[in-house]
């Protein structure tokens, strides 16, 4: 069942087709019999009539000639011999039997249904006789005539069950609208007007769901949030320890180098944890704000400058004001693990191009790097948690938890934006390409 709508409007209309056309045949059944009824009515009521009328002699002739051709009557004597008068299209003999009441017969390539009537004042028969197919056409006509409004009452019946079903089944479509139109981050309760109550489980159901997803999803940032900030201290307490090991036994021991290697690493881990978290749905929508992001972005570079120069890396930035509604601190962040990742896989001496400019109805950021790039097949994983492409064992050497570009993703995810990763102008490097929707 694809479709609730036109499964009900299939079931109805099929239900009122076949109750109607039961009703239509049983009328037409016994409107038929009613008919043929007032037809025999007819036909004895015009034997009595001719009866009376032919006891003057005046009337005759005028009788006869008022005769259809589909109806005649004759008129014998009481031994049923001799053929009094007769109208125009009838027969000079008996058709049938001189007996009182009705009789079928065939006369002249039709069957008739004559009525045979003793006229005891007279005595004398009279057969009146109309043709039964004729009676049949003018009785189906008054029949049809009456059941025709019922036909056309069908498909009128299945506009009314369409609209009808459609109306009843609106809460139900704005309830699948709210669902469909959720972000991944939303899990506010849906709210309808009027809430049918056959919807009313399904809603409550389905808010209780979102509720505990709610919760659960608090819970494991409050407990990621609380675990970086409580690892803080013994990272720091690690690193003082490390440097009081380094003046006891030098910075040429081995140990102390990939011990070093292994704190730094930590605490990068820590901080790009307490970044995710920080950029919250609920905490960045609540401090959006009109932002510069070229203004934005020249000053983290100059914050960063630096790193850049330690490694010899020419890093340019081009483009205007262009402004737009987001949280500044996760925009900062944004703009800062885009350049980290630049910075770290471009090789010393190597370009790292920043774009930022009014793109259609928003703004564009664009990273470009010199650096080796990441292949087509990798560009949707390089956003998934903890995975960093080629591992630990990058050709560049520099250290990473996996974390920085699914930051990224988080807050483009926040600003309603998209990301696309391509390949870098400045040659097989990487190009980061994102569009902000523009200020409301």
């Not at 009515?41 to 003057?56: F, P, Q």
């Not at 790193?307 to 962040?333: P, V, Y």
Request: hydrophobic share 40%.
């Amino acid at each position: 069942m694809k479709s609730i709508r036109l499964f009900l409007l299939l079931s109805l209309l099929a239900t009122i087709t076949l109750v109607n056309f039961v009703a239509l045949l049983h009328g037409y059944q016994s409107s038929m019999e009613k008919a043929q009824s007032l037809f025999d009515s007819r036909l004895e009521s015009t034997a009595r009539l001719i009866a009376s009328a032919n006891s003057e002699q005046t009337m005759r002739q005028g009788i006869a000639e008022q005769q259809t051709p589909f109806t005649y009557f004759q008129i014998w004597d009481s031994g049923g011999k001799q053929l009094l008068t007769r109208s125009r299209n009838a027969p000079e003999f008996v058709t049938g039997a001189l007996t009182e009441g009705f009789h079928e017969v065939n006369f002249d390539s039709y069957r008739w249904r004559n009525y045979v009537y003793r006229d005891q004042h007279l005595n004398r028969w009279i057969v009146v006789a109309e043709r039964i197919d004729v009676r049949y056409s003018l009785a189906e006509e008054v029949v049809l005539e009456s059941l025709l409004p019922i036909v056309i009452a069908i498909p009128i019946a299945a506009l009314i069950i369409w609209l009808a079903v459609g109306i009843g089944l609106k809460p139900l479509r704005q309830f699948a609208d709210q669902v469909l139109g959720k972000r991944a981050d939303d899990l506010s309760p849906i709210q309808l007007e009027k809430v049918p109550h056959e919807l009313v489980t399904v809603v409550s159901n389905t808010n209780a769901l979102l509720g505990r997803l709610d919760h659960a999803f608090q819970r494991e940032q409050r407990f990621a949030s609380d675990a970086a900030h409580e690892l803080r201290t013994p990272i720091s307490v690690l690193k003082v320890h490390l440097h009081n090991l380094k003046q006891r036994l030098g910075d040429d021991d081995e140990d102390i180098t990939l011990l070093k290697t292994g704190i730094e690493r930590m605490g990068h881990l820590v901080e790009q944890i307490l970044a995710l978290y920080r950029t919250s749905p609920d905490q960045a929508s609540a401090r959006f704000e009109s932002v510069d992001l070229y203004k934005l972005a020249q000053t983290v570079i100059a914050s960063d400058f630096l790193q850049f120069e330690r490694k010899q890396q020419h890093i340019s930035l081009d483009g205007e004001t262009a402004i737009l509604s987001g949280n500044r601190f996760a925009l900062e962040t944004l703009l800062q693990n885009l350049l980290s990742n630049a910075n770290k896989y471009t090789p010393p001496g190597g370009e790292i191009h920043v774009i930022v400019k009014p793109f259609q109805d928003g703004v564009q950021l664009i990273v470009e790097d010199s650096g080796p790039g990441i292949p087509a097949d990798q560009h949707e994983r390089v956003f998934e948690r903890f995975y960093r492409f080629q591992g630990d064992r990058h050709d560049s050497g520099e250290l990473g938890c996996g974390l920085g570009l699914t930051i990224v993703s988080h807050i483009v995810e926040l600003h309603h934006a998209t990301i696309r990763l391509g390949t870098s102008s400045l040659g097989k490097g990487l190009a980061v390409t994102i569009h902000f929707p523009g200020e409301k």
